[in-house]
């Protein structure tokens, strides 16, 4: 398998100014976006995964954001330093994005079939009739019957399902190397959500697009995701491959994460809970962010943020617990069971491999 | 578990446009029991009437048709002042929103204390925020935050508050609606142990409405799983898990994406092909059937023994 | 380097305290109430605050009129139309009075005027707007269609009528520009609330048992209440370039008091127009200064409450 | 990109729409003036068509043009173009011979009025005694609507109204000789200016032949009121754009000959635009005469204009500050007199465009009597006659002024003052015109201003008598009844002459209001034209036929 | 959709009918007899009330109004106190009048505010931005009679380029020129209001669009940057700006009163001021009438027109 990196984020810093004062929302985000392979960043709200990929494409708002460090490189450009003319030419086209709420991310005054047209007009120069065709395969591929018929109506029109339907269609129209998913599913209901996860897996397979999925459902990324980065205020605590994530997880928020959901097998105890609130980013707490909510914090979280501690070659870590001189602690039940799933998950992986 | 129905509801219905041609029928004829002191669930997706059932339970929205009785009086009766502020004082909700459920221009002790006021439970500003300040506590919140305004705290500090003012009239029951939904995974928990470890407190009985299972099951004794309008399954929530009668409740089931690849990978997804359990408006031998023990389905009258079947099977499924 | 590292574990109980204390640190980040964050975002923007000192300063002049103004407004002190000397520093007008007192007793007119009509028309829009969207069914189409009716008069003539039927002067002018300016508002004020009837804050606070009055005034009209106070700025504005208008067609405030509006009108000669720059810029200036600073400072209003970063 | 197609569509329908109105803009009225209407060259006017177009400044809108029934300034001035009065009235009392030829009378009871042989209507029927017989028996006729009524009731066999007994059906004063001939007999006999100026200036005679037409009731609001067909004077009604401009073209059958200014506009301006109008040429020339007035701040600017010729002559035109007589007696009212310094208001505020009005009569009327000494302004005196009085000082008087004179609410700020300076407590009660009128004419007032227009007929019954209709000062003096019973009905103008001055010397010491300034008529009008505005401005027009423009 | 404009047209009927019995009753309350203007000074009583009965003002109220109801549904307004002609004739050229200056107007307005409106959303707090601002302010804010005189006075008396006031030039051959000379000023004097109003609602709303999720899907995918702002942007604040036009319009129609008093312009304002000062009662009913409905014609218009530009309203 070659393992080639087509998106590199390296050292990403971004600020906002508000009024209250400078949100440091990204605070050095780095990773790797592997050809064909899906990418899971994973975190709660404000942890800063939606903005380092907005930055990728030049979406935040230019008036209050400052990128203060950082390199995001794609096929030997640096996408930060990129105009916006050519930028433009990359979106949609080599960068495609779908947005959380399909509800009010399509024009609500333009049919649905010409917001799917306009990005094979602009990028793939078809004529309008060629792009009607084109558009109505699209969206008989997303699974839109009547295509022909719904080509000529408008959002409202559509199921939320529907129009996370067309979202796809849209950004899939160029056949993009890069699929930026943020947050596709969470205002979906669940069935609803189940065949879109669905879809996206069947057509990023035939498609060969490499995605990045932003999600804070642990669920989804179990399912979707070939590597996983943990996020928290701002940086990627934890990143690895979804089996070493959730069956071999060394961060505490990891643990806290997996440990808070519950699974169709738990009994009626407390749930595990990482207690308090994410820090306020407008002044980061020194040392470790997470420490004040850590329940195995060492004195060291609180004057020095960690770095990231290598666990394997795939799997990276974030937390003083992986240095070598940190004592050895008890981790929760629930990772406890975890990890003995991964042992057997290895032994059956060893053994396919051995045969 | 104690047995009185806390609130009972009979072909509870409510219809929006009537006589129009977008008649929605929101709540479509649903009739069900609360026990006291237990955790019923109520689940459906969006557009199921789930919300709007929690909200004609609390006299938000008027119903159509139908009874609630309520402590043994019916509901809709209730029109005078104090005749509401009784029922009121007995019945609160915790809603979604965490931000959109605290007025955005009330200060954290007026929001708790406010109703307070109205019941005339304290006599005096003092007694109000003595009173305010023990419930802030016993949600796990500082009593700094009284002269602080909801904006300024995380959704599940608000949420904490929204629970405080739920229960500053020590009501007897409470709805909430779909009241973890909009928050993190890791506050999520913090509130669902909040609210189970409140409920043994202050013997409460919740109504909780949820859009998707994994939550619920795991709070909840009974089980109401809802589609446009209607109660499709209500069983105890071991039921609902193990032995889904009812496809749509299987499919809700598996359609639920559990943090753990390898199930994730062997998941098998099951369709609910809603035209086959449609049936005729108000035909009289479609309803809830009991299946097994206390474990309904909503089906035509033909249908039972077919359930009765599959529950049988799937009992046996399970002890194997 | 190592040594300086502590890899001890922290108690449990430290953790919790911590976890206390940095959440009442996030809390002492913003430590301010809903109003002072608005103050406060008002006060960085820079033409905002200088439009509000230069309004409070007009307030100021207003209240302290007699204290200030050298002369008797409406007292013939030199010749006539004389052009501004150290003595009458802005010149006299037609009759010979002093045009800087008659600026500075303007302002009291002109200010009334405009702060009065509009609180006049914010209380009836204000209170018509919170019912019909609160209430709703046959109250709210019966405020609408009297929003229509009021909406579809003429409203100069109806001022100039009612005017004439009562003499112009500036509680006149004030009263009519009062009563006929709250169907914008009302229907602002409705839709406002018709949106915030939804909100769930209103649906809890109904469950808690508030009375339907009290659901409208205290829960709905705080959150609308910002909202109010930008239109009323920028109402506040137009009702003094309306008096000005009605001076000029001759049923504004009525000589001899002085107003901004019927000093203005003098440039209606074109002799004054061109000749006598004293006569009407002056009051001119002060109109333009004073609707441009309330306008501002609406406007900076709308920007703090909305929280748009300037 | 189909929008952009759409929105530039729709600019276009805009654009279209606007070019369509701007074209057919006034569409009526245009139709009358040229042809090219709608041309895009058009708009090149050559100097030959502005040459014979006089344009007039208004300052008032006429209320139409019904030649029985015309009760506004403005209206009868255009009137006076367009139907033939019996005489012209070049100066004041000074009467000329116009439709009629003579006016003769040996009795002062008994008028022969001799017509022109050849004048004729513009549809060319003559004009004879019968149309001048039929004019005075319309007024006459109870049905009709008309404000000549009063004119009329010397005559006679004719109540006091003007109108005939009831039954009478016809008008025994009125006697037609022949053609051109017809013999008016009054009740008693009358100093013969009163009837020269009262029916031979003041009626329009109109054409009988068209009148007929019509049911007497019913004239007042028919098409011969608004929009009259036929014309006997110098120009005849082409159209009237209201409250804009009257058109008028000159009447090719004119008695007196073809007006050389073939175009008469009449333009209702306000005092402002007159203004602009005036230095920018959009008017030749300003109609003065209380009904083209500019603002009395402009003179001086107009003065100085060197394209216009400006000058200011007495007129009749007067500002009263009315009493109401039965609030206030002979000493407070004299106090009030002495106490506004009247100097002062004409000095400064009309930079001595006008002249104190010491009595009832402005120094353009033959009647005025320059040896009544005026009453000085003198506050020591006011106060004394105060006391003496024995006046509640502490009482407020509202002091009811008018708006939409700007000279008079100034003046009204003076007064104040002064009447303050007297002892008195005064405030301004400022309303609308009519609103002010209407409450002074109810005697809902105290003292009040009010502006009178005079004529030069110097009886002012209608001002001073308990009858008076304009008696606003509620005016019940025995002594003045008698001096104007005495005044109406002398018969020669010496005798009268004399009448008058006394009344003048009664009505200022008994100081039945005080009369504050008469306005200066303004003679404001391009240098091109020659003609325009005369020193008596009520008989102005007598040679309009004879103007031209350079 | 026909359903809904026959059911507004009922609703719009009582609302008709009250604004006409208050605007009655409102010109009737008028201290002032009309016939005290139409009189002469030495009038005598017969005179007067011939003229009342004549103007048909001798009746009670009621009975005058419903006489005035009747005779509108015969579609006769009456006629003018003051010139006594049939207020139907007079009212077309009024109403012609004020549209074109309303239309000069608006259009003007318009068609620089949406730009500068957009221009403005779009550089927001920059400069530029801050520049059209500030004009719009100083728009909003300047008295229309005060910018009206220093106009005439700089371009018709000083420069003398532009004509003083008036709609045309009288007796000359009139055309298209020439009117649009005399439209030239009174249109910047409104549209100094009118654009600058608009500007401030197209900014605000082109804001509140800049900042819609579906501008930032229009973004993603890489379209050009005019096709954004037009094709996605400005599409979605129609709705806004239907509502200030149909709320300019019948303002402009119930009579730019200042501004046509300052330029002559011939039109409703200025009849209706003359109206008021002359007491004539069935000029200013009609002048009402005509406001009134055409307010309650561009609510129903701007309505309809919502539904045409938003695909999500349906009638």
Known sequence: MAINSILSVKDLTISFNTFEGEVNAVRGVTFDLKEGETLALVGESGSGKSVSTKAITQLLPQRHTTISKGEIWYHDHDLLKKSSKEMKKIRGKDIAMIFQDPMTSLNPTLTVGRQIAEPLIEHRGMTKQAAKVEAIALMRKVGIVAAEQRFHQYPHQFSGGMRQRVMIAIALACHPKILIADEPTTALDVTIQAQIIDLLKELQAEFATSTIFITHDLGVVANIADRVAVMYAGKIVEIGTVDEIFYNPKHPYTWGLLASMPTMKMDNDDLYTIPGSPPNLLNVPTGDPFSSRNMYALEIDFQEEPPMFKVSETHYAATWLLHPDAPSIEVPEEIKRRNEQFVSILAAKGADSDE | ?320 | MEEQLNFNPVPQKKIIEMEQLSQAQGISQNDDSYTKTIVKRFLKDKVATISLIIFTLLTLVAIFAPALAPYNPNQTVGFFEAAPTSEFLLGTDEVGRDVLSRLIYGARVSLTVGVLSVAIYAVIGTTLGLLSGFLGGFWDSAIMRLTEVFMAFPYFMVILVIVSLIGPNIWTVTFVIGVLGWPMLCRLVRGEVMKLKQADYVQAAISSGYHTFQIAFKHIFPNVLTLILVNMTFGIATSIITEASLSFLGVGVQPPTASWGNMMSNAQSLTVLANQYWRWLPAGLMVLISVLSVNFLGDGLRRAIDGEVK | MASFKKITLLIMIMFGMVFFLVACGGGEGTETTGDNDGDPSGDITSDGEEEDTLYIGLTNAPGGFNPLNASDTVAQWILRMLYPTLLEQPESLVFDGNLAESFETEDNQSFTITLRPDAEWSDGEPITADDVAYTLELIANPDVETTWGVNISSLEGLQSTGKWEDGAAGVAGVEVVDEQTLILTTKTPVDPNYIKEMIGFNVYIVPKHIAEQYEPAELANSDFATTPSVSGSIYQFVQYETDAYVQLEANPTFYKGEAQLKHVYLRVVNGTSLVTELQSGGVDMAAGGGIGVVPVSEVDTLAADDNLDFESYPGFATQFMFINNEEFDADVRLAMMYAIDREAIVEQLFRGNAEVLNSTYTSASVYFDPNVEAIPHDVDRARELLEESGFDTSQEIELTVPTGNRAREQSASLIQQNLAEAGFNVTQVTFDFVTALANVREGDYQIGLIGIPLTSDPDQTYLWSQSGTTNLGRVNDERMEDLLEQGRTSTSMEERQEIYSELQEYWRDQAFSVGLYGDFQYKVQNKELNGGIKEFWGGSLHDMHEWTKD | ?315
């Open chain 5, 1 to 315: 959709m026909g359903k809904y404009i026959v059911k507004r047209i009922l609703i719009t009927i009582p609302v008709l009918l009250m604004v006409t019995v208050f605007c009655f009753i409102i010109v009737n309350l008028a201290p002032g007899d009309p016939t005290d203007l139409y009189i002469s000074e030495n009038a005598t009583e017969q005179q007067i009330a011939q003229m009342r009965s004549s103007l048909g003002i001798d009746q009670p109220f009621p009975i005058q109004y419903f006489k005035w109801l009747l005779n509108l549904v015969q579609g006769n307004l009456g006629f003018s106190f003051a010139s006594r002609l049939p207020v139907i004739d007079v009212l077309p050229t009024k109403i012609i009048a004020t549209v074109t200056l309303m239309a000069s107007t608006l259009l003007v307005s318009y068609l620089l505010a949406i730009p500068l409106g957009i221009i403005s959303a779009r550089k927001q707090n920059g400069f530029v931005d801050n520049l059209i601002t500030g004009v719009s302010f100083l728009g909003i804010s300047i008295p229309n009679f005060f910018f009206g005189l220093a106009l005439i006075y700089i371009f018709a008396l000083q420069l003398g380029v532009l004509p003083t006031g008036g709609m045309e030039t009288l007796g000359g051959s009139g055309g298209l020129v020439d009117r649009m000379q005399h439209l030239i000023l009174p249109t910047i004097v409104l549209a100094a209001f009118y654009c600058s109003n608009m500007i401030r609602y197209v900014r605000a709303s082109m804001i509140d669009i800049f900042a819609e999720n579906y501008m930032r899907t229009a973004t993603a995918k890489g379209l050009k940057e005019t096709l954004i702002l037009w094709g996605h942007g400005v599409r979605n604040a129609w709705v806004p700006i239907i509502t200030v036009i149909s709320t300019d319009i019948p303002k402009m129609l119930g009579g730019a009163i200042v501004t046509e008093q300052i330029f002559q312009w011939p039109g409703i304002g200025q009849w209706m001021i003359s109206a008021i000062n002359a007491r004539d009662y069935p000029v200013l009913m009609a002048i009402n009438l005509v406001a009134a409905v055409s307010v309650l014609v561009f609510n129903l218009l701007a309505d309809l027109l919502y539904a045409a530009v938003d695909p999500r309203i349906r009638y």
């Open chain 2, 1 to 320: 578990m104690n047995k009185n129905p806390i609130m009972q509801i009979k072909n509870l219905k409510k219809t929006y446009n009537t006589g129009k041609a977008n008649e929605v029928r929101a709540v479509d004829n649903i009739s069900f029991d609360i026990y006291e002191g237990e955790t019923f669930g109520l689940v459906g997706e969006s557009g199921s009437g789930k919300s709007t059932t929690g909200k004609l339970l609390m006299k938000l929205e008027s119903m159509t048709d139908g009874q609630v009785i309520f402590l043994g009086e019916s509901i809709q009766n209730k029109r005078s002042r104090h005749d509401l502020l009784a029922f009121r004082k007995n019945i609160q909700m915790i809603f979604q929103d965490p931000y959109a459920s605290l007025n955005p221009k009330m200060t954290v002790k007026d929001i708790i204390g406010g109703p307070l006021e109205v019941h005339r439970l304290v006599s005096s500003r003092k007694e109000r925020d003595q009173v305010v300040y023990s419930l802030l506590e016993q949600v796990g919140l500082s009593q700094s935050f009284a002269n602080r305004y909801p904006k300024e705290f995380s959704g599940g500090q608000c949420q904490r508050i929204g629970i405080a003012r739920a229960l500053a009239l020590q009501p007897k029951f409470i709805i909430a609606d779909e009241a973890i939904s909009a928050l993190d995974v890791s506050i999520q928990a913090q509130i669902v142990n909040l609210m189970r470890q409140l409920k043994q407190e202050a013997n409460l009985t919740y109504l909780f409405i949820a859009h998707d299972l994994s939550m619920v099951k795991y709070i909840s004794d009974r089980i109401a799983v809802m589609n446009r309008g209607k109660i499709l399954e209500l069983a105890t929530s071991d039921d609902i898990y193990h032995v889904p009668l009812h496809p749509y409740t299987a499919s809700l089931l598996s359609a639920i994406p559990e943090p753990d690849p390898e199930s994730e990978r062997n998941r098998q997804r099951t369709t609910y092909d809603e035209s086959k359990f449609t049936y005729e408006q108000d035909d009289p031998a479609v309803g809830l059937f009991e299946i097994t023990d206390k474990h309904f389905v909503y089906c035509h009258k033909d249908e039972v023994v077919g359930y009765k079947e599959k529950a049988e099977r799937l009992k046996q499924e399970i002890m194997i």
